[in-house]
């Protein structure tokens, strides 16, 4: 099947009880046995359900992967793969990230002496260089939360392989449908599925996705022991959303595409980025690397913080609220929301800019959003 159509059936087999099309919300906590220890693959909804599994099952079909594992949230999926480590382990990211990400490494498993470092990993040799004999992840956002850089995953991956190190990508800004990490030679594909896998800003979760088995064994037992999951009902949204993700993605790209070539035209736009602009650093490998250039923009107007944080007040259209990836646009300004939880002398060294605004592209008519946007930069003036 091709992505289109695993995102409608893959897992999604017409219930054979009553022939229902639409995946059932199992709402139980337990199962029946025929004996002690002998049910139909199904004993206790913390450790697998039947709506869950269907979800697993879609998830690892959009990522060419062979197993899916499903969370509670993007924060409970990260926190799994981080309980593979022990002691002493070292954790290397892209400097450049989500600050729930920099908050749960340095303030969570930290205290478990779990050392985590940070640098620009849109350039591999820094990748290369920063590999410790205690690395034992690589953690990328690609395209990046909130700078939108781009990092080499092939390459990348090939270093850290030849090291021992195992390779995590955090693909929810560009999601299955335009960037597939574990084609590019990654171990692990993470996402906040609250955001464009869901894609209506009505559910919470998160996912794994896998090809390694005894990876996947030792994910799955964690799953069910620490037991961060996700209910039915979150299930069943993340399966709807995903049936129009192909559509949704391809409209998001190119509202996204027109709105940053607009902005770059705007004499008050100090900076856009944006892959998808033939000017970027990032343009190339993203042509290489993804199928569209998705839906985040962020960029910085002329006038400094105030007046960036005033722009991201008067928009109609665009939301002010945290989150992204929904079918409605929404404006941010990071430093002081997403990624508040980053000491600003981090910032600094990642080189975020305080007046840093991040707009999550949606599905209104483009018209409509740009109009929003020239009105807004006006008025914040």
């Known amino acids: 099947m091709r992505f289109a159509t695993k995102a409608i059936h893959a897992g999604q087999s017409p219930d054979p009880a009553t022939g229902a099309i639409m995946t059932p919300v199992y709402l139980t906590s337990t199962y029946v046995q025929d004996a002690p220890g002998k049910h139909k693959g199904y004993e206790y909804a913390r450790t697998q359900h039947p709506t869950r599994s269907a979800l697993e099952t879609c998830l690892a079909a959009l990522e060419e992967g062979q197993y899916g594992l499903a969370f509670a949230s993007g924060m409970a999926a990260e926190s799994t793969v981080l309980q593979l ?19 749960i490494m340095t303030r969570v498993y930290q205290r ?46 090939q270093i850290a392989h030849a090291k021992g ?28 599925t609250t955001k464009y896998l869901g894609g209506h800003s009505d559910v919470v979760g998160g996912a794994i996705v896998v090809n390694d088995e005894e990876l996947y064994q030792e994910l799955k037992f964690l ?34 595409m027109r709105i940053a070539l607009h902005l770059a035209q705007q004499r008050e736009v100090l900076r856009v980025f944006y892959p998808g602009l033939s000017e970027s650093p ?28 005033r722009f991201t007040t008067k928009t109609r259209l665009f939301s002010l609220a945290e989150s992204l990836g929904g079918v409605e646009s929404l404006i941010g300004h990071p430093m002081t929301m ?4 980053i000491p600003a002398e981090q910032r600094q060294r990642a ?22 946007l020239d009105r807004a930069i006006a008025a914040s003036r």
């Not at 037991?227 to 959303?241: E, S, T």
């Open 282 to 309: 990032e343009h190339r490998l993203a042509s290489r690397q993804m199928s569209a250039f998705g839906g985040m923009i962020s960029l910085e107007l002329a006038g400094g913080t105030e007046r960036n944080i």
């Open 223 to 256: 799953q069910n022991a620490v037991g961060a999951i996700p209910g039915p009902l979150d299930c069943f949204l993340v399966l709807r959303g995903i049936k129009t993700l192909p559509l949704r993605m391809h409209q998001h790209s190119e509202n996204a």
């Open 85 to 103: 480590l022990k002691a002493g382990d070292h954790v290397l990211c892209g400097q450049d990230l989500y600050g729930g990400t920099y908050r």
């Open 351 to 372: 080189g975020l800019p305080e007046a840093l605004v991040r707009l999550s592209v949606g599905l209104e008519d483009i018209e409509d959003l740009v109009e929003d």
């Open 112 to 157: 478990s002496n779990i050392e985590s470092s940070f640098i620009d990993a849109s350039r591999p040799e820094n990748v290369a260089a920063a590999i410790r004999p205690t690395t034992r992840l690589v953690w990328l956002e690609s395209p990046s939360n909130p700078m939108l850089k781009v990092c080499d995953i092939e390459v990348i991956a």
């Open 338 to 341: 997403t990624h508040a939880a």
């Open 165 to 192: 190190v195992k390779v995590v990508v955090d693909n929810t800004f560009a999601s299955p449908a335009l960037q597939q990490p574990l084609k590019l030679g990654a171990d692990i594909a993470l996402h906040s």
